[in-house]
């Protein structure tokens, strides 16, 4: 037989594993296909996954641990309770405690302006009389006016002023004088101008009253006239003296 006229070997087919590695390594376009439709399921799900696991926190718990959950979310909650009673009862002491200092301060505030009043410092507005005192003859004396002065006082004066220039206070001394009365080491002279505040009817029946205060300055040729006022101004203060040997209590 001629060794050329002989047919060759036909070669085998290849193998599943070589079939394997050649689709591997040169994919066909479907094969492309499947594997970034898989990839993308995949990826689906996953999110999938993480969102269902951010909604239901207690999704996978057992019974046991749901139950110890529930009891620290009650636990937590009285916590929380006690926290806003106390919170609340403490709001409420200092709010109380606030408004008893308010009033305590306020009440002090309105006794300093009284004891001002009282003794001079502070000047005064209010309801009263002005009571005008005529001498034409020169014949009053610091006793006249003295009388005036403490049927005010009985009568619930609150403030007296005499000629717009001279307050009148516990402390205030009379004394005679040549040219008329000298109050406070100020001279005065008639006629005689007194503004008293207090209640308006009060007060002038403390002066007319029969056989009291004007019908005395009568007798001795003076005449006396009371007008009630709405309103009656005292301007003139005084400065409060320093006590000399009175000390004031330490938390008084």
């Known amino acids: 037989m001629n060794p050329t006229d002989a047919t060759p070997p036909a070669s085998s087919p290849p193998s599943g594993m070589a079939r394997l590695r050649r689709s591997f390594f040169s994919p066909s376009r479907g ?36 139950i110890q959950a529930l009891n620290g979310l009650q636990s937590a909650s009285r916590k929380a309770e006690r926290d806003i009673s106390q919170l609340e009862a403490t709001r409420d002491r200092l709010r109380s405690s606030t408004q008893r200092r308010t009033t305590a301060l306020e009440q002090a505030r309105k006794e300093l302006r009284t004891l001002g009043v009282l003794a001079g410092t502070l000047p005064a507005t209010g309801p009263g009389i002005r009571v005008t005192v005529q001498d034409p003859k020169g014949d009053l004396s610091l006793n006249h006016l003295l009388d005036g002065v403490e049927e005010l006082r009985n009568a619930g004066v609150e403030a007296i002023e005499f000629n717009d220039r001279v307050r009148v206070i516990a402390q205030t001394s009379f004394e005679d004088d ?26 002038a029946g403390a002066l007319t009253f029969q056989e009291g205060f004007a019908d005395d300055v009568k007798l001795d040729s003076g005449s006396v006239s009371v007008k009630k006022e709405d309103r009656i101004k005292v301007t003139v203060t005084r400065t409060p003296s320093k006590p000399r040997y009175a000390q004031p209590v330490p938390g008084q």
């Open 178 to 203: 040549p040219d008329g009365v000298r109050v406070d080491g100020v001279v005065l002279r008639p006629p005689y101008v007194i503004d008293a505040i207090g209640d308006p009817d009060t007060l």
């Open 31 to 66: 094969q492309a296909v499947v594997a970034v439709l898989v990839g993308l399921l995949a990826f689906a799900a996953v999110t999938q996954a993480r969102l269902t696991g951010k909604d239901d926190t207690y999704a996978g718990l057992r019974q046991a641990e749901l």
